[in-house]
């Protein structure tokens, strides 16, 4: 049997989606001792890892059937995806706790933050739907208000214009809308297909969804 490399690589050039890949690099704040990052490091915001600017590539995404089958031996968790990387595609040398940002996906989302206090959100964000809180009237019932879209900064920290209605400082809000789906490399399958005769075939890698990091 001939391998041929390029035909794979072909073939997942055409079926795959288009990807953005952030190399991760630990974050010099953690602690030698314990492993734990420093919550207050405005570089990691403590998870140990920063990751670099997106560089895109392709991938293709695996079958169900593999899934399912990785689900038997008791490491499924929701959210989990199994890609196949062509060695023709710059995510090739992709590895542990890099971040990976679907760009021909999104999803919905709706958060709880507190003005001043966690005002961030990560990832692609596509669009701002709605922002609300609620306040109470002169009779003292709670009231929802809708609040004014924010302004996004490319760290992902909200603010909001000076003629803007924003949330009242310490006061808890919801936004929502829509952002690329996201992910972190959770599991490099240990094979050696990259070595068959030489031959550099595609890896096979599992990323599960990055609201789970660190969890």
């Not at 570089?43 to 089958?69: D, E, H, M, N």
Request: charged residues 20%; contains cysteine; negative net charge.
């Amino acid at each position: 049997m001939y391998l041929t490399p390029e035909h794979f690589e072909a073939f997942l050039d055409r079926v795959g989606q288009t990807l953005g890949w952030r190399q991760a690099s630990a974050c010099p704040c953690t602690n030698p001792l314990s492993g734990a990052a420093d919550p207050a490091c405005r570089f990691c915001r403590g998870k140990r890892y920063v990751w670099a600017g997106p560089i895109q590539g392709t991938a293709g995404l695996s079958g169900q059937k593999i899934q399912q089958q990785w689900a038997q031996f008791g490491k499924w968790e929701a959210g989990d995806v199994v890609i196949s990387i062509g060695s023709n595609s710059p995510l090739y040398g992709i590895g542990l706790y890099d971040r990976v940002t679907f760009l021909n996906d999104s999803q919905g989302f709706s958060l709880v933050l507190t003005q001043g206090v966690n005002d961030e959100l990560f990832g692609t964000i596509l669009s701002i739907d709605r922002v609300y809180w609620l306040a109470a009237d002169e009779h003292g019932v709670k009231q929802q208000v809708e609040g004014s879209e924010p302004i996004i900064a490319e760290d992902g920290t909200l603010s909001w214009d000076i003629n803007a209605v924003a949330p009242p400082t310490g006061s808890p809000y919801t936004i929502e809308g829509r952002r690329c789906s996201e992910y972190f490399v959770f599991y490099d399958y240990p094979q050696d297909r990259s070595h068959q005769h030489g031959s550099p075939l595609p890896r096979r890698v599992v990323l599960r969804r990055f609201d789970l990091y660190g969890r």
